[in-house]
């Protein structure tokens, strides 16, 4: 934009007009030129907080938000929207290594996907250069979108790993700067049989090894979950799902797994939100077993969430039918376990139970690590919630944003 | 030649802050041409016009002067000397 003083009329202020908005005795070529759309909204600042204080990050489908809140989790503070009209399907913040920093994969319906990062609090963001997130010339691939950034353990504090779509697993040594394709899983034989699922061939989760072993599993829709124990060798693990949308017996992979999620300190215990079925294995997806079946009001939702302090407890939230996808009886309720499956509970007091359609996506449940945990709720009409008390009351910490992509919660070093 | 590119307001600032680019390219030179060395000077806009297959984004519209080259022959579409190509978001978006 461009400041003009105005001189020809009586305004006591001056007006603002476009770049490209011709001031007089503009040559002909310039003035017949239409002024471009678009306007970028102005950013927003940087969030204000501190070491030990809270971050929710909150992607949208029209630009990152976060909350921020003291350790005590009390009171909280909205900020953003950064990447404003843009969907923030990925966002992590990165406390490792004495760093803060944020990252976010946005990806603009116009100019496509990029991956972003901040080092304070928001205030200014910046785009690797020359390197970004693409894939190679010789896979003749593009991203479509960023759908997951999971920074590793504490023991490889540079290494981030990306989910991207069409599904591919991307690796960073660098923080996030920069980010190389990991050709073993690109080049599993497997690869050109997947199937999209509803929100296209995406892989959308990573479990890092929490000790900083090469172990890896990710999971991809609708292929299912794949694992690598050497860090080079991947092989299908989904053996004990069965997918109720293909036809039986189950096959060794096209399974829909929603969300993996793994305590770090027995990480060879996972549980799965499957596309019908929830399940766990004890082995790093070696083997599966349904620990849903008739005891939940429906064994169908999208995120699982494993308490950072008990490796025995885990939240779902379960949606009626594969058709539906909204909170099952009208009633928004996490359902919590705290023996690993064997018996689940509903909880969930302050949480809309009044003919209440809401839905949660895959990424839109997450902890913030802390002890008791923060648990934190977004759902596709714009609301978070949030609890501090493993589930069992609910406050609402914000609402009225744009349909919640993924909620990410971590302590700020 | 020259060729001036005029690029869209939500572009500029992966462009230094720059709506206009006055770019050297051949004689002869087709849409492709003037968006590589729009590339090679300002990346952040190459890349946000084209994907890294050198496909142009669905939602991206190159004009040469007043004709959109999607209607044309692409990104083979033939810039005469002097023209003005212009790099515009659709109206579509989500």
Known sequence: MVMHTCRW???????VLAADEPPAGTPPEEASFVPPPGVIPDPAPGMRAGPGDVVVLVGTTKGLFALTAPAGRGEWTRSGPWFPGEEIAAAALDARGGRNRLLAGAMSWHFGPSVYSSDD??????????????????TGASVARV???APASAEQP???????????????????????????????PHREQWQPGGGGLCLHTIVPDPTGGPRLGVAVSAAGFYRTLDGTTWEAANRGILPPFLPPPA??????????????TRPDTLFVQHHWGVYRSDDFGGTWTEVGEEKLPSTFGFPIVVDPNDADTAYVVPLKSDFFRCAAEGKLR??????????WEPSGTGLPDDDAYLSVLRDGFGTDGMDPAGLYLGTRTGEVFGSVDGGETWNELTRHLPPVLCVKAAVLA | MSVRVRLAETLRPHAGGDGVVDLDVAEGCCVRDVLDALAAVHPAVGRRVRDET?????????????????????????????AVVSVLPAVSGG
């Open chain 1, 9 to 15: 009329s009586a305004l006591p202020f001056p007006i």
């Open chain 1, 251 to 264: 096959p060794e992979f096209g399974q829909c797994v929603h969300k993996v999620a793994q305590h770090p």
């Open chain 1, 147 to 149: 759908w997951q950034l």
């Open chain 2, 54 to 82: 050198g496909v142009l984004r669905r939602h991206v519209n190159v004009f040469v002067d007043q004709d959109n080259a999607r209607d044309l022959d692409g990104l083979t579409t033939r810039v005469p000397a002097g």
């Open chain 1, 121 to 138: 609090l928001g205030e200014t963001w910046r785009e690797p250069e020359p390197t970004t997130l693409r894939f190679p010339d010789d």
């Open chain 1, 158 to 188: 540079d290494v981030v790993w990306a989910g991207v779509e069409p599904a591919a697993l991307f690796r960073s040594d660098d923080g996030g700067a920069s980010f190389s394709l990991v050709r073993e899983l690109w080049d599993h």
């Open chain 1, 334 to 343: 996490v359902f919590r376990t705290t023996d690993g499956g064997e018996t």
